[in-house]
T-cell receptor, first 111, second 113 residues
Framework: GENVEQHPSTLSVQEGDSAVIKCTYS??????FPWYKQELGKGPQLIID?????GEKKDQRIAVTLNKTAKHFSLHITETQPEDSAVYFC??????????FGPGTRLSVLP | EAQVTQNPRYLITVTGKKLTVTCSQN?????MSWYRQDPGLGLRQIYY???????DKGDVPEGYKVSRKEKRNFPLILESPSPNQTSLYFC??????FGYGYTFGSGTRLTVV
């Protein structure tokens, strides 16, 4: 079955710097890759997603890139702010199957 | 506001006392699912439902039941809770069964003593 790895498990950056979180997946049939942000005491929130027919997608300070050949996808956050501090999860799904989530990355943005 | 509503947010109960965690969504989503989140184990799927009257087991279904009699509601039932079901539970929904991101509820923190 599908397996999703996520790195790093923790990440600290200075406010204003960029943050990058990378996920790798095992099944080349995976075709949809969402990213979620979970703030303390809240449920995960979908922040951006990408489908396998697209290589990159941007939404303001957030971007996701997908490399199908290498089977990895990455979340990029630019100009980080303290409110970006949270746990971030990646996920992958194959059509017809449920999501497999990565283990999460705890991002701390230091003022 | 489009949302998934879970109740209660916090619950402390005793071993063996049946309980129900409710989940309701107002987005006319077909797909609903329950997850538990435990430190070091991430998000694990308990049960899911692709539409009304259609439910199926996820990765960790033992000790849980669900029902989907209406499109908007997807309650999670613990018939005889045990301490190993102490966890943070999330309900989620999406427009269709696969290939769409979830909207998650705010979570239910359950403690079984």
């Amino acid at each position: 079955g599908e397996n999703v790895e996520q790195h790093p498990s923790t990440l600290s950056v200075q406010e204003g710097d960029s943050a990058v979180i990378k996920c790798t997946y095992s099944d080349s049939a995976s075709n949809y890759f969402p990213w979620y942000k979970q703030e303390l005491g809240k449920g995960p929130q979908l922040i951006i997603d990408i489908r396998s027919n697209v290589g990159e997608k941007k939404d303001q300070r957030i971007a996701v890139t997908l490399n199908k050949t290498a089977k990895h996808f990455s979340l990029h956050i630019t100009e980080t702010q303290p409110e970006d501090s949270a746990v971030y999860f990646c996920a992958a799904s194959i059509h017809g199957q449920n999501f497999v989530f990565g283990p999460g990355t705890r991002l701390s943005v230091l003022p | 506001e489009a949302q998934v509503t879970q109740n209660p947010r916090y619950l402390i109960t005793v071993t063996g006392k049946k309980l129900t965690v409710t989940c309701s969504q107002n987005m006319n989503h077909e797909y609903m699912s329950w997850y538990r989140q435990d430190p070091g184990l991430g998000l694990r799927q308990i049960y899911y439902s692709m539409n009304v009257e259609v439910t199926d087991k996820g990765d960790v279904p033992e000790g849980y039941k669900v029902s989907r009699k209406e499109k908007r509601n997807f309650p999670l039932i613990l018939e005889s809770p045990s301490p190993n079901q102490t966890s943070l539970y999330f309900c989620a929904s999406s427009p269709k069964a696969f290939g769409y991101g979830y909207t998650f509820g705010s979570g239910t923190r359950l403690t079984v003593v």
